[in-house]
């Protein structure tokens, strides 16, 4: 069996926090509820409020916290000219960071204790608008109306996205998605955000930095990675042969492994799974997401499916273009990430490690004429 690689912090406790647990032996916990729990029974907006503010709302303050995040949807116009500028082909992660960006400097945060909770609403409200600005902008020529009688992130982006309201079920699954991808520890774009959040930078720029770092495919990017191989296969033979092929080359394969869950496997990926099977189970994308999980269950055990590899399917399912899976993870992780910032700023001590020096000795300067 292949041993995990050295460096990358592996192993490394870089800090407290009381946000998450991941891989500690007690599954993957929210500020204490698991999330097998939150996936049946929460929207994400209690969880969005959990992680927000560290308990779940009672009947008026989830209506009121909904209200807020609807409000939130609306565009400044100076934000629609500079959507409109994005090149149509730009990758929609882009678009995602620009725009936030963007709008810290249209509406920027002067003091983070009484604003970080107005603008951690503010981009969670706004972030499918951001994005479906954009695509309608370029696709279809038209200019989002950001009203809806939809009332959750959920239903918003879905019903803005196709035209219609979604089905039950499909509303529910993306629900569900938005849960799973919510908040997970010390990962690289959290870690990165509290980072930002440690020097006394603003929240936007915290959100920036996540987003920059989530667009990697060995992170956030995985689920598009992961549905591009899929569909590189054009049945379950090819696709055994195919995944054979990618291991004899020693390449990755996307939507597989994790740097904290080893063989006992991710916990959101059996849920997000069940929901692909629900959607989606008599499909050939379904069949040859089975059958790749098949052969890696064989030859490599210790490299399960994490959150991202069905995730991948079930998004398909959801009719959602492949390029628009990670902004979906920024609308959900904009939690975590948000979380992690007010804990940071809650006690804060600039986050500097060292590093061990391995260049060369000390030595004196020659003078260019001598080079
Ligand atoms: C997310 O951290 C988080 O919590 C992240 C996340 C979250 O919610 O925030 O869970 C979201 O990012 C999930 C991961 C999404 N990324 C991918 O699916 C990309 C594919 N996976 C790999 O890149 C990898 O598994 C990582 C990056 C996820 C973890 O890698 P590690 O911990 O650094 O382990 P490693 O790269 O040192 O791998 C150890 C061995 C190596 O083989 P050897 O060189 O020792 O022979 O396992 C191999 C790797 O080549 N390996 C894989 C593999 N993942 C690891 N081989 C084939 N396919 C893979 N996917």
């Known amino acids: 069996m292949s041993s995990k690689k050295t460096g990358g912090l592996a192993g490394v406790v870089a800090g407290e926090s009381a946000i998450c647990t991941v891989g500690q032996g007690n599954g ?14 929460a929207t994400f907006e209690e969880v969005a409020f959990l992680l927000q503010f560290g308990e779940l709302p009672n009947k008026i303050e989830l209506q009121e916290y909904k209200e807020k995040l609807t409000k939130a949807r609306s565009l400044p116009e100076k934000l629609k000219n500079i959507l409109e500028n994005i090149p149509k082909n730009a990758h929609p992660m882009d678009v995602m960071r620009t725009g936030c960006s963007a709008l810290g400097a249209i509406e920027p945060e002067f003091n983070f204790q009484s604003e970080q909770d107005r603008v951690i609403i ?29 009332d959750t992130i959920a239903g918003y982006f879905l019903e803005k996205l196709h035209g219609k309201s979604p089905s039950q079920d499909v509303r529910r699954c993306m629900h569900v998605s938005l849960i799973l991808y919510a908040e997970h520890e010390f990962n690289a774009s959290t870690f990165a955000a509290r980072i930002c959040a440690s020097t006394l930078s603003d929240t936007y720029s915290a959100i920036t930095t996540g987003i920059s770092v989530l667009r990697g495919p060995l992170h956030g990017g995985a689920n ?15 696709a055994v042969k195919g995944v054979y092929k990618i291991l004899e080359d020693k390449k990755l394969l996307m939507g597989f492994g994790h740097r904290v869950y080893g063989e006992d496997g991710d916990p959101r990926s059996p849920i997000i799974k069940s929901w692909s099977k629900k959607l989606g189970g008599d499909t050939d994308t379904f069949k040859i997401s089975e059958a790749i ?9 210790q490299l399960p499916t994490n959150a991202d590899f069905f995730s991948a399917s079930a998004y398909r399912f959801l009719d959602i273009p492949t390029d628009y899976f990670t902004p979906i993870f920024i609308m959900s992780r904009t939690t975590g990430w948000a979380a992690h910032i007010k804990e940071q700023r809650a006690n804060n001590k600039l986050i500097r490690p060292s590093s061990q020096y ?3 000795e000390n030595r004196n300067y020659i003078k260019l004429g001598d080079r």
Request: net charge negative; hydrophobic share 35%.
């Open 358 to 360: 391995i260049g060369v």
């Open 293 to 301: 999980e098949k052969v890696m269950k064989k030859e490599k055990p």
């Open 28 to 41: 993957l916990n929210y500020r204490g509820y698991s999330i097998e729990d939150l996936a049946k029974y």
């Open 122 to 150: 503010r981009l969670l409200g706004i972030f499918p608008s951001i994005l479906l600005y954009w695509h309608h902008f370029h696709k279809d020529g038209t200019k989002l109306d950001t009203n809806s009688d939809e």
């Open 224 to 238: 598009e990675a992961a549905m591009k191989l899929i569909d590189s296969f054009d049945g379950i033979d090819e």
